[in-house]
């Protein structure tokens, strides 16, 4: 069974559609016990940074979220999901993250034709092989929807990478710990064999 946090703050049901198409049990957790008892974990996310984690503080899920990274249960970050697991974000000021990765979220800064947000199909290109992207070819198109990307301070960890007026971060991996700026539900073909990996995995 897979589990997607339901903090209020993300596309939760089309998540759940992409892996109940691929034949997977999906629900939803909202509290510590659902997040602490999950054998995969998601979080997703679209909104604002600073609501984000606000939300996460308010329902106290801050900690356990650490934990089940820190203890290996396979967990998948998506867009706002991937930020949210860097120190700090500068999205409307400066905003503290969960701290799990090194590094710092920041806006495009983009001349014509670049237009902000990255909105659209757009390719990836593979940094390190992991085993989300098994079946996955080098310069796959994935959908994008953001106005903000993160800045990894160990290299090691980027797995994909894609250029929008410049190259930038479009995929983490390290460990049993994945997370993606892209909408992977929302990817057609490519996207859902990469949930499909994920469901996959070994449980943590």
């Known amino acids: 069974m897979i589990s997607i946090i339901d903090y209020q703050m993300g596309n939760l049901r089309s998540v759940q559609k992409a ?4 034949g997977e049990s999906a629900q939803f957790v909202s509290d510590r016990s659902g997040v ?15 609501d984000a984690i606000a939300e996460l503080r308010r329902r106290d899920l801050i900690g356990p979220i650490r934990e089940v990274i820190e203890r290996g249960t396979p967990f998948l970050g998506i867009c706002l999901g991937l ?12 905003h503290q993250g969960l701290g799990i990765l090194r590094g710092d979220v920041r806006r495009f800064e983009l001349s014509a034709p670049c237009k902000v ?3 659209g199909w757009n390719q990836v290109r ?8 098994h079946g996955i070819e080098d310069g796959a198109f994935f959908y994008f929807v953001h106005s903000y990307y993160v800045t990894p301070v160990d290299p090691s960890v ?14 983490i991996a390290r460990g049993s710990l994945f997370g993606t700026q892209f ?7 490519d996207g859902l064999r990469l949930l499909a990996n994920f469901a996959q995995l070994p449980g943590g």
Not at 19 to 22: A, K, S, Y
Not at 36 to 50: E, N, Q, R, Y
Not at 126 to 133: G, M, Y
């Open 126 to 133: 593979v940094l390190q092989p992991c085993p989300l992207l």
């Open 19 to 22: 892996l109940e198409h691929l």
């Open 117 to 119: 947000p990255h909105m």
């Open 183 to 189: 909408h992977p539900e929302k990817s057609q073909r």
């Open 158 to 171: 980027v797995a994909l990478q894609t250029d929008y007026g410049h190259p930038f971060c479009s995929m």
């Open 36 to 50: 602490l008892g999950a054998d995969k974990l998601i979080l997703p996310g679209v909104g604002a940074f600073a």
């Open 83 to 94: 930020q949210l697991l860097f120190d700090v974000s500068y999205e409307d000021g400066e």
